[in-house]
C-alpha cells in the first residue's frame, strides 16, 4: 500500500459515522410515519372499515405482490444505510451517501445512490459483499452512471 493510500485508511479508521439530524430522519422513515399517521387518522375519524380495501388488496395476488415489493425496497433502503455504515463507506464528515431512490425489480431491488462529496463509486464497487450481506442478498452489483459521477446504481440481487 501507498503512504497515501494508508494516510486515507487512517483518516476513515478515525472519523466516526456522523448521526442524522432530524429533518434527515424524518426523511428516512417517511414511509413508515406516513402509514402509522394514516392508519390513526381513518381509524379516528371514519372507522376500522377502510382498512379493509388494503386488507382486500393483500388478498388478490398482483396486489400483494406489488404491496410486498414495496415493503421490500423500504427494508432495503434501511439495510443498504446498515451496509454503509458497516463497509465504512463515509466522508470526511462522517456521513453515508444517500439513497435518492429505490425500485422492486425481478431479480431483487435497485436503488439509486448519490454519493455525497468525499465518496466515489469505486468505493462503494470495492465492498458490494458487506452491502449484499447487510440486504439479506446474494448480491450486489455496482453500476456507476456513465454520465453522472456521483450517482450509482445498486441493483441487489436475490437467490
Not at 483518516?11 to 390513526?40: D, F, H, K, Q, S
Not at 393483500?58 to 443498504?80: K, N, Q
Amino acid at each position: 500500500m501507498t503512504k497515501r493510500r494508508l494516510l486515507d485508511e487512517l483518516n476513515r479508521a478515525t472519523t466516526p459515522t456522523a448521526r442524522p439530524n432530524v429533518l434527515v430522519a424524518l426523511w428516512r422513515w417517511r414511509y413508515e410515519l406516513g402509514a402509522a399517521i394514516t392508519i390513526v387518522l381513518v381509524v379516528t375519524t371514519v372507522g376500522p372499515l377502510p382498512l379493509a380495501v388494503p386488507l382486500l388488496l393483500l388478498l388478490w395476488p398482483p396486489g400483494r405482490s406489488e404491496v410486498w415489493g414495496r415493503i421490500r425496497c423500504v427494508i432495503v433502503a434501511h439495510r443498504i444505510r446498515v451496509g454503509f455504515v458497516q463497509a465504512y463507506l463515509v466522508n470526511r464528515r462522517g456521513q453515508i451517501p444517500v439513497i435518492a431512490w429505490c425500485a422492486p425489480a425481478p431479480w431483487g431491488e435497485r436503488a439509486w445512490v448519490w454519493c455525497r462529496a468525499g465518496i466515489t463509486p469505486g468505493e462503494i464497487a470495492d465492498r458490494p459483499e458487506v452491502i449484499a450481506t447487510a440486504c439479506w442478498a446474494h448480491s450486489v452489483e455496482v453500476l456507476p452512471h456513465p454520465r453522472k459521477p456521483h450517482w450509482v446504481l445498486l441493483e441487489i440481487v436475490r437467490g
